[in-house]
């Protein structure tokens, strides 16, 4: 039984399929969800008040609000993080703060191959320094 469900949310097709899965398995499970999403790390170096990452993170903000909040319903509790910063360090760190019991991930599936799932650098560093099970979720290119 998983308490603490994390998702890795990027805003793509995979991403969004990987989200789903997250959101079925939290309500099953009666499991807190934390959503995060990495901005792009050259952001670190403004302020906070700086145009350039207040812009990105309303429109973060503004796509959490029109995909994923109305898909949050039927999950107990949930909370969702954004900001600069090298997205599978940071998944892997806030998921051991988090004390989280799985991460979920979004992947491609090979057209040729379907058995087999496409995961990228992020993906594959996740999978190496992850302090918890780390599901993929194939979703057709």
Same mark, same amino acid.
């Given at each position: 039984? +998983?308490?603490h469900i994390f998702v890795? $949310? #990027?805003?793509?097709?995979? @991403?969004?399929?990987?989200?789903?899965? *997250?959101?079925?398995?939290?309500?099953?499970?009666?499991?807190?969800?934390?959503? +995060?999403?990495?901005?792009?790390?050259? $952001? #670190?170096?403004?302020?906070? @008040?700086d145009p350039r990452l207040?812009? *990105?993170?309303?429109?973060?903000?503004?796509?959490?609000?029109?995909?994923?909040?109305?898909?949050?319903?039927?999950?107990?509790?949930?909370?969702?993080?954004?900001?600069?910063?090298?997205?599978a360090l940071a998944v892997?760190?806030?998921?051991?703060?988090?004390?989280?019991?799985?991460?979920?991930?979004?992947?491609?599936?090979?057209?040729?191959?379907?058995?087999?799932?496409?995961?990228?650098?992020?993906?594959?560093?996740?999978?190496?320094?992850?302090?918890?099970?780390?599901?993929?979720?194939?979703?057709?290119?």
């Amino acid at each position: 039984m +998983f308490k603490h469900i994390f998702v890795a $949310l #990027k805003f793509t097709p995979p @991403s969004i399929g990987a989200l789903q899965k *997250a959101i079925q398995m939290a309500h099953a499970h009666r499991a807190r969800l934390s959503i +995060f999403h990495a901005l792009d790390y050259n $952001l #670190k170096q403004y302020q906070d @008040s700086d145009p350039r990452l207040v812009e *990105a993170l309303r429109v973060v903000d503004e796509k959490y609000q029109e995909e994923v909040a109305p898909l949050l319903a039927k999950v107990p509790q949930s909370d969702f993080e954004r900001f600069p910063a090298d997205p599978a360090l940071a998944v892997c760190r806030l998921a051991r703060q988090k004390e989280v019991d799985l991460i979920i991930l979004g992947c491609h599936l090979r057209p040729h191959k379907m058995s087999l799932g496409r995961v990228d650098y992020v993906g594959i560093t996740i999978l190496e320094k992850a302090p918890c099970p780390v599901m993929l979720v194939p979703t057709p290119v």
